[in-house]
C-alpha cells in the first residue's frame, strides 16, 4: 500500500467520520419529534387493535358502538360513563385503570341492579386470563383504549328524536299509521343496529349475495311453506318479527330477540320502522 | 523561578517520563512513533518497534505481522471477511446496549421494545443497527464463504480454518434464529414456533428436544428465556471462540491466500516477487481496518438514517392466533421451501409414470427428512469441502467440476428461497387470499395504506360502483382509495374468471367508527364451485385505521416523513 493510498484513506476516513457525527447529531436533534410520534402511534395502535377486540368480546352486550342495552347493559360511550360514573362507584384511580379492572375482573353483581342488573351471576364476567377469561392483559389495555376514545364524542350520538304515543303492543293486525322512513332508519340505527350486523352488506336487513333486502323477503317469507307465524302481509310480517320475534325462525338462527319491544316502542315507532325497512329492497 | 537550563532539563524528564508511560500502555510504541503510524510514516526508530509490539502485547499478538501484498488487492478479498467482523463486534456493542433495557419474559418483552422505541433517545438507532447488523452478518459470512470457495482459498493447510468456518455460519444463523424471537411479537413467535416444529420429526428423541428447545409445549416464558440465554451467552461465546481459532489460523499461521495467478498463473518472476512482498501490519493493515471501519459505521448510520424502514415489530405475540403467512427469516427461506417437497409424493409420481405403484410416504416421512436429514446432511457435506475436493489447482478454469457445482447449488438455493416464501404453494381459499393482498393480517398491505382523509364514509360494490370518480365530494379526490378498490375489484374479476370462486359480491364497506377512528370491512360472498353451495359465513376481513398512524414506516430522517394530521389522542 503506497503512502498516497494511505493520505487517501485518512482523508476519506476524517470526511465520512465528520459526515457520520453530523447525521448523528442531527439524527439526535430529531429523537425527540420521532419519540413523540411513536407514542402517539402505538396509542393509535392501541385503539386500533382494542376495536377488533371490542367487537369479538364486548359488543354482544354493550353493542358495537358502545351504546349498551336500555335496561340490561349500560352504555360505555355516554356523558355519564366519563364524567359521573367514577363518583358514583367511589373510584379513586383513573377512567382507564376504572376500566382496566372492571374489564379484567367482571362484576359478580352489578352495582346499579335496578337499571343495568347485567348478565345475571356475575352481572359481568372476569375478561382477564388471571380470572379465568379469554385476554391477556395487553388487550384489555388496548380494549380501554378503545373505550376511552369515545370520551372526546360521548353524549353527542344522534338519538332518535322520543315519540310518545301508545305502545305498540303485539297484535300485529292493527292498522299502522302512516309511516315516516328516515325517523325509521334512526330507530333502526338506534336499537336494531346493536345486534343486527351479520349479512354481507352491512345491517341483516339490507341485500345479501343470494337474496334481496328486507323489504322484499318479508313478502316472499309469508308464503313459504314452512311459515309458521299469522302474518298475512309484508308490514304485518315485518310487524310480527319485531314485537314477537320467536313466531317465526328462519334457518339456521335462534331466538335471542328481547321480546319487549312492543312495550318499548310505540305504534308510530313501529309503523316508522316498517316503512324504512319496506324501503330496502 | 526555575532557571532556563532547569526548565529544559525538567521539560526533557517530563517529557521522557510522559513518553514512557505511553510506551508501556502501546506495548512498546512512543508517541512519535505513534503518529508516525497513524498517518502510515515509515518507522522513526531502529530496531523498528512495531514488530515488537506483536509478542509485548496481547491485543497485537492475535494480528497478523504482515500480509502479502498480493493477497490484500480489493478484487481478491473484497474484504469480506474483515466486514463479516465488523457486524460480529456491531451486534455484540449493541447488543449489550439492548440488554439494559430488554426484559426476557412474555409479558415485559414486547412492552420493553416499546419503551426503547418511545422513550430511549437512539433506541431506535441501536435497535436498527442491531436488526440490520445481524442480516449483514449472514450476507457478508455467506459470500466471504463463497469468495473463499471460488478463490480456492479452502486448499491444503487452510482446510481446517474452512471447517472453522462453516461452523461459524452455521452459529451466525443461529444467532439470527435465536434473536428472532426475543421482540416476542406475532412474526417472531410464529416463525420459532414453526422452526422449532422441526425437531419434532426426529425419530425418538423429537419430542424431548423440542420440550428442551421450548422449555414447554410451546413457547411461553422458559421458552423465551432459554432463547434469551442461548442469544446473549451460548452463542456468542461459541462464536468468540469459533472466531478466534478462525482468525488466528489466518493471522498467524497461513495469511489470506494469494490469488491463484500469482502461485500457478504465467506471471513474471518481478509480479510473483511483488505479490509476495510484506505489507507490515503497522501501519498499512491498521490504518486500513480504522478506514474500513470508520466506512462501516458510516454506510451503516447512513443507512438507517435516510433508508432503512426500521426493524419490523408487529402486532404482540398472540398464541392463539396463527398468523396466515408466517414467515421465517429469508435467509431461512430455503429451508422451507425444502419442506414444501414431499419426497414421498415425488418418487411416487415419478414411478407411476412407468406404471409402478407403491406407497412410499411411511417409509419415506416428509419432514423427517427435509427438515432434519437432507439440511444437516448438506452442511456437512459443505464442512468438508475441502478434504472433498482434491483437485490441487486453484485457478478457476483448472476446476470446472467445482465451480460447476457450487454456482448449480446457488442456483437450487435460490429456487429454494423462492419456493420458502408464502406466495409459492400454499393454497388459501380465494377470499383469505384476496383480504390477504389487501388488507394483510400483519404489516400493512393497501388498504392500510390509503389516507386517512380518503376513506370517505360508504358501501362501494365491486362491478357496481363506478371506480372513477368515488368521491366527488372531497375536492382533493380519493386516488388511493379509488385505486384499492379497483385492485379489490379486479383480484376478484380474475378469482371469478379462473373459477375459483362463483357469483362473487364483493363490497368494500367504510364507516366512522369513533373519534379518528373508521371500520374498514371487506366482504366477499361467493358460491363455491365445488360444492356449489354459498360459502357461509361470508368471508370478511374487518380493518380499524386510525388517523394518528402514520403508515409505510419512513426513516427519521426521511425530508418526507410527514406528522400525522390529527388531534392527540385524548388521555
Not at chain 2, 49 to 59: E, G, I, M
Not at chain 2, 213 to 234: E, K, M, N, Q, S
Not at chain 2, 259 to 282: I, Q
Amino acid at each position: 500500500m503506497s503512502q498516497r493510498r494511505v493520505n487517501i484513506e485518512i482523508a476519506i476516513g476524517i470526511i465520512i467520520t465528520l459526515l457520520m457525527t453530523a447525521i448523528l447529531v442531527v439524527y439526535g436533534m430529531n429523537e425527540k419529534q420521532r419519540m413523540e410520534l411513536f407514542d402517539k402511534q402505538e396509542k393509535a395502535k392501541a385503539i386500533e387493535v382494542g376495536a377488533g377486540l371490542f367487537a369479538t368480546n364486548c359488543s354482544p352486550c354493550h353493542g358495537i358502538q358502545g351504546k349498551g342495552v336500555e335496561g340490561v347493559w349500560p352504555p360505555l360511550n355516554d356523558p355519564f360513563f366519563f364524567n359521573g360514573r367514577l363518583q358514583e362507584v367511589g373510584w379513586t384511580g383513573t377512567q382507564e385503570d376504572y376500566i382496566i379492572s372492571t374489564v379484567s375482573s367482571g362484576r359478580l353483581v352489578s352495582t346499579r341492579p335496578d337499571k343495568y342488573p347485567g348478565s345475571g351471576k356475575p352481572a359481568m364476567p372476569a375478561w382477564s386470563e388471571r380470572y379465568g377469561g379469554p385476554l391477556r392483559d395487553d388487550q384489555i389495555k388496548n380494549i380501554a383504549a378503545f373505550v376511552m376514545n369515545w370520551k372526546a364524542t360521548a353524549g353527542e350520538v344522534p338519538e332518535a328524536p322520543a315519540t310518545t304515543g301508545p305502545p305498540a303492543g303485539t297484535d300485529i293486525t292493527v292498522e299502522l299509521p302512516a309511516g315516516d322512513a328516515t325517523h325509521g332508519e334512526q330507530i333502526a340505527t338506534r336499537d336494531c343496529f346493536v345486534c343486527h350486523v351479520t349479512s354481507t352488506a352491512g345491517p341483516a336487513w339490507a341485500a345479501t349475495a343470494d337474496q334481496p333486502g328486507i323489504g322484499d323477503r318479508a313478502a316472499t317469507r309469508i308464503e313459504q311453506a314452512d311459515y309458521t307465524g299469522t302474518a298475512t302481509s309484508a308490514e304485518q310480517y315485518l310487524f310480527e318479527s319485531i314485537v314477537l320475534p320467536g313466531t317465526y325462525l328462519v334457518s339456521p338462527f335462534q331466538n335471542l330477540m328481547p321480546p319487549d319491544f312492543g312495550t318499548k316502542l310505540t305504534l308510530q315507532d313501529v309503523a316508522d320502522l316498517i316503512a324504512y325497512l319496506l324501503t330496502i329492497k | 523561578m526555575l532557571k532556563t537550563q532547569n526548565f529544559q532539563d525538567f521539560r526533557k524528564k517530563a517529557g521522557q517520563a510522559f513518553d514512557n508511560r505511553v510506551r508501556a500502555i502501546t506495548a512498546g510504541l512512543g508517541l512519535k512513533e505513534l503518529r508516525a503510524v497513524l498517518r502510515g510514516d515509515p518507522p522513526t526508530e531502529k530496531p523498528n518497534p512495531r514488530y515488537k509490539v506483536h509478542t509485548t502485547s496481547f491485543l497485537f499478538h492475535i494480528r497478523p505481522r504482515y500480509y502479502e501484498k498480493g493477497s490484500t488487492i480489493l478484487t481478491h478479498t473484497f474484504r469480506l471477511g474483515f466486514f463479516t467482523s465488523f457486524f460480529f463486534f456491531v451486534e455484540l456493542i449493541t447488543g449489550i446496549i439492548l440488554m439494559v433495557y430488554y426484559t426476557p419474559s412474555p409479558s415485559d418483552a414486547y412492552p420493553s421494545i416499546q419503551a426503547l422505541l418511545s422513550s430511549i433517545p437512539f433506541g431506535k438507532m441501536i435497535r436498527d443497527m442491531h436488526r440490520l447488523g445481524a442480516e449483514a452478518m449472514v450476507i457478508f459470512t455467506v459470500l466471504h464463504m463463497l469468495r473463499t470457495f471460488l478463490t480456492a482459498s479452502y486448499k491444503k493447510e487452510r482446510s481446517f480454518t474452512w471447517l472453522t468456518g462453516g461452523i461459524l455460519l452455521f452459529i451466525t444463523l443461529m444467532l439470527s434464529f435465536s434473536g428472532y424471537l426475543l421482540p416476542w411479537d406475532q412474526l417472531a413467535y410464529w416463525a420459532v414456533t414453526i422452526g422449532t416444529s422441526m425437531a419434532d420429526a426426529a425419530p425418538l428423541i423429537g419430542k424431548e428436544v423440542n420440550l428442551l428447545l421450548r422449555g414447554a409445549p410451546d413457547i411461553a416464558a422458559d421458552g423465551l428465556l432459554r432463547f434469551y440465554l442461548l442469544h446473549v451467552i451460548l452463542l456468542p461465546l461459541g462464536a468468540i471462540l469459533l472466531i478466534s481459532i478462525h482468525y488466528y489460523k489466518v493471522s498467524r499461521e497461513h495469511g489470506i491466500s494469494l490469488p491463484a495467478k500469482f502461485e500457478e498463473g504465467n506471471v513474471s518472476p518481478e509480479a510473483k516477487k511483488e505479490a509476495k512482498r510484506r505489507l507490515d501490519f503497522l501501519p498499512e493493515l491498521f490504518s486500513h481496518e480504522i478506514f474500513l471501519t470508520a466506512l462501516g459505521l458510516f454506510i451503516l448510520v447512513f443507512l438507517i438514517a435516510f433508508f432503512y424502514k426500521g426493524a419490523p415489530l408487529e402486532n404482540v405475540a398472540n398464541p392463539q392466533q396463527t398468523p396466515l403467512d408466517a414467515e421465517a427469516p429469508w435467509y431461512f427461506w430455503w429451508l422451507q421451501g425444502l419442506l414444501k417437497i414431499d419426497p414421498a409424493a415425488t418418487i411416487e409420481g415419478l414411478l407411476a409414470h412407468f406404471g409402478i405403484t407403491i406407497e412410499l410416504s411411511y417409509i419415506l416421512p416428509s419432514k423427517l427428512i427435509m427438515g432434519l436429514v437432507i439440511p444437516p446432511l448438506m452442511f456437512i457435506i459443505l464442512l468438508l469441502v475441502p478434504y472433498i475436493d482434491r483437485n490441487p489447482s486453484r485457478s478457476l478454469y483448472k476446476r470446472p467440476v467445482a465451480v460447476g457445482i457450487a454456482l448449480f447449488t446457488l442456483l437450487i438455493m435460490v429456487v429454494l428461497s423462492y419456493m420458502g416464501t408464502p406466495e409459492y404453494g400454499i393454497e388459501k381459499p380465494p377470499a383469505t387470499r384476496i383480504f390477504q393482498e389487501l388488507a394483510p393480517e400483519e404489516g400493512e398491505g393497501p388498504v392500510h395504506l390509503i389516507p386517512y382523509d380518503q376513506l370517505q364514509t360508504g358501501v362501494y360494490e365491486v362491478n357496481k360502483t363506478p371506480l372513477d370518480n368515488m368521491c366527488p365530494d372531497l375536492d382533493f379526490g380519493c386516488p388511493e382509495l379509488e385505486s384499492t378498490f379497483e385492485e379489490y375489484s379486479n383480484l376478484v374479476n380474475d378469482a371469478a374468471e379462473n373459477g375459483e370462486i362463483v357469483n362473487p359480491q364483493a363490497f368494500m364497506i367504510v364507516e366512522d367508527w369513533q373519534q379518528f377512528l373508521k371500520k374498514v370491512t371487506l366482504r366477499l360472498g361467493y358460491t363455491d364451485p365445488q360444492t356449489g353451495e354459498i360459502v357461509t359465513p361470508t368471508p370478511e376481513r374487518i380493518v380499524y385505521l386510525h388517523c394518528n398512524r402514520l403508515r409505510g414506516k419512513t426513516p427519521v430522517l426521511n425530508p418526507l416523513d410527514s406528522t400525522p394530521i390529527c388531534e392527540p389522542v385524548q388521555q
